[in-house]
């Protein structure tokens, strides 16, 4: 079965300081992790994925996540936060391949919040 | 726009209403989930369209709920007889078909529809 969890519902940095949003997860297969963001009112975006390639990340508007396996741990971070990364964003494993298609399972989110 | 569409945005009825909820895929996917987020949670899944075929349900998804693929395009999501726990953010992603059997392929979700039962 798969899992994760996300450590701090709420975080807070200020404009230009490191982002690091924790993410931990649990798979009984090798995992494909995912890191989506949610804005107000809109759905989830995309922000990187690890596929069992490279472990380092890089994903849209700055962020990356590294993947460390003895860790289970697979992290978000953005070197320099900027007002405009205020949202929600969640953490999910991929569901073990079976009948063609993969569910997500989602952690309960982080809310990061920016001030200047 | 050619994202994943879904009406209405928002929902309120009262309790023992039915409501119908609606999500249009990018067209040249021929993957659809729904899934349920309620406040301060992640996405839970409900259920999985392959075209028109529904392959998997949630124990989520009790009786009261059901939803169609007709034709393999637009999805509805059906809830009878709403309870003050449905409550929650309805969430439609689309996915195209992976070249080959990958558990990478990403999932594209529309805006949601946010029901509140009185």
């Known amino acids: 079965a798969q899992s994760v969890t996300q450590l701090g519902s709420h975080v807070s940095v200020s404009e230009g300081a490191l982002v690091l949003l924790r993410c931990n997860y649990s798979?009984?297969?090798?995992?494909?992790l995912f890191w989506y963001v949610q804005y107000p009112n809109q759905g989830l975006q995309l922000l990187l994925k690890?596929?069992?390639?490279?472990?380092l990340v890089k994903g849209i508007n700055g962020f990356e996540a590294e993947f460390k396996k003895s860790e289970t741990s697979f992290h978000l971070t953005k070197p320099s936060a900027h007002m405009s990364d205020a949202a929600e964003y969640f953490c999910?494993?991929?569901?073990?391949?079976?009948?063609?298609?993969?569910?997500?399972?989602f952690g309960a989110g982080t809310r990061l919040a920016v001030h200047p | 726009d050619t994202g994943v569409s879904q009406n209405p945005r928002h929902k309120i009825t009262k309790r023992g209403q039915n409501v119908t909820f609606r999500c249009d895929p990018i067209?040249?996917?021929?993957?659809l989930y729904w899934y349920r987020q309620t406040l301060g949670q992640g996405p839970e899944f409900l259920t999985y369209?392959?075209?028109?075929?529904?392959?998997?349900k949630s124990r989520l998804l009790s009786d009261r709920f059901s939803a169609e693929r007709p034709k393999g395009s637009f999805s509805t999501l059906e809830i009878q007889r709403t309870e003050q726990g449905d409550s929650a953010m309805y969430l439609c992603?689309?996915?195209?078909?992976?070249?080959?059997?990958?558990?990478?392929?990403?999932?594209?979700f529309g805006p949601g529809t946010r029901l509140t039962v009185l």
């Open positions: 992603a689309s996915s195209p078909p992976p070249p080959q059997r990958d558990r990478g392929n990403e999932q594209f």
């Open positions: 798979s009984s297969v090798p995992p494909y």
């Open positions: 690890y596929t069992s390639a490279a472990t």
């Open positions: 999910a494993v991929s569901s073990a391949f079976s009948g063609g298609y993969n569910k997500l399972i």
């Open positions: 067209s040249e996917h021929n993957r």
């Open positions: 369209f392959q075209n028109e075929a529904q392959l998997e």
